[in-house]
């Protein structure tokens, strides 16, 4: 875990200004928020409120909960994701692209594109005047946030911006799944590597890449339903009326950034796995059809008297069919790609997914 949290050159932007050592990292997950609402403490019209409200005092584990989520990521990626394209055989051009898009430069422009609605939506809908006649900040059946002042406003909206685009590396790594890898995969030519991607089990570096994203995503989930439902977000107030998949975009953002990221990995990798089976199981069956042609068209073993001759077809004929009992494994070793993997990610995914469905259920009233 400590080394987990070491910077290991993700090249994220946020990833890299913070702290390379797992100390200092945790240092500054926690000073940042403290600091935060200190000066909010400072500009506040009533401290007192201040205090007490959840959506402020619960930013002192929550920031921290992204910082650490990210950072273990970014970890996670830049440490494995060269493991990964080598077990599936990759070439050199395939591992370039998939890493430009997962790390460096494109993964944080890819990762602000991720979160740019979330950002906007609180950023439009805190300062919209609403059926009250108040702004979300100001209105008592909403965010409740009058007695701070505006100045607190602005603190806040820039603190959840910032754990917006701390968010948008979670959601881009999803998207990256399902657009890079699955387009590699596509291209690449796999009969040549049979042995090494599943004798090898060279598939299955990529496979716990992916498993322990999900693992790291579902402990975001875990805290941010904790966080929605400490504030009281997790059902919304009666002030807020949902009569559709519209209003719960707009109302609901927190709770919808977490089902999204889960739906966006179980699509990303139930594609990559369907396309990894596939392409192995055309390379495998073109194999088979080769080697069956081959004991089809080798001559039958009968003794010539020639020690020579007689030996090279022996060797001949144990060799069409060791390819075909190798051919036979592979096919079963393809069936059972994956199959662990798709149900630990739908288990990971049960917890947040089920949550979401069951308040849109309630608040919806079906």
């Not at 989520?69 to 051009?93: E, F, M, Q, T, Y």
């Not at 979300?136 to 701070?148: E, S, T």
């Not at 009968?302 to 077809?313: H, K, Q, R, V």
């Not at 069936?335 to 993997?341: E, L």
């Amino acid at each position: 875990m400590t080394k987990s949290l070491r910077y290991a050159g993700s090249g994220w932007w946020l990833d890299a200004i913070l702290p390379r050592s797992p100390l200092w990292l945790i240092v500054c997950a926690v000073a940042v928020p403290t600091g935060w609402i200190a000066i909010c403490y400072g500009l506040a019209y009533d401290r007192d409120e201040l205090l007490a409200t959840h959506d402020i005092a619960g930013q002192l584990w929550f920031f921290p909960l992204h910082v650490i989520c990210v950072r273990l990521l970014g970890s996670l990626w830049a440490s494995r994701i060269d493991g990964a394209c080598n077990g599936l055989a990759l070439g050199d051009d395939a591992r370039r692209r998939l890493r430009r898009g997962a790390l460096g430069t494109w993964a944080s422009v890819g990762a602000i594109v991720a979160c740019a609605y979330f950002i906007f939506r609180d950023a439009s809908f805190g300062f919209t005047t609403g059926p009250s006649g108040q702004i979300p900040f100001d209105d008592p059946d909403m965010w409740d946030f009058a007695a701070l002042g505006r100045p607190v406003h602005g603190m806040m909206l820039g603190m959840w911006c910032l754990e917006w685009l701390l968010f948008g590396y979670l959601l881009w790594i999803q998207v990256w799944i399902l657009a890079g890898w699955v387009r590699e995969m596509r291209r690449a030519e796999l009969r040549p590597h049979l042995e090494k991607i599943l004798v090898g089990d060279g598939y299955r570096a990529a496979f716990r890449l992916f498993s322990k994203t999900t693992t790291i995503g579902l402990v975001f989930a875990l805290g941010n339903l904790g966080f929605i439902a400490y504030t009281g977000e997790l059902i919304p107030r009666e002030a807020v009326v949902i009569e559709g998949a519209g209003d719960f975009l707009r109302e609901m953002s927190d709770l919808l950034s977490t089902a999204l990221l889960f739906v966006l990995t179980l699509i990303a990798v139930t594609v990559f796995v369907r396309i990894l089976r596939s392409k192995l199981t055309r390379a495998v069956n073109a194999q088979l059809a080769e080697a069956g042609e081959r004991a089809l068209t080798s001559r039958d073993l009968e003794a010539t008297g020639d020690s020579d001759a007689d030996l090279a077809a022996l060797r001949d004929r144990v060799a069409v069919q060791a390819e075909l009992i190798r051919t036979i494994v592979f096919q079963r070793e393809v069936d059972s790609i994956g199959n662990r993997t798709m149900w630990s990610m739908v288990a990971k995914a049960m917890i947040p997914l089920v949550t979401t469905v069951l308040k849109m259920r309630k608040v919806l009233g079906l």
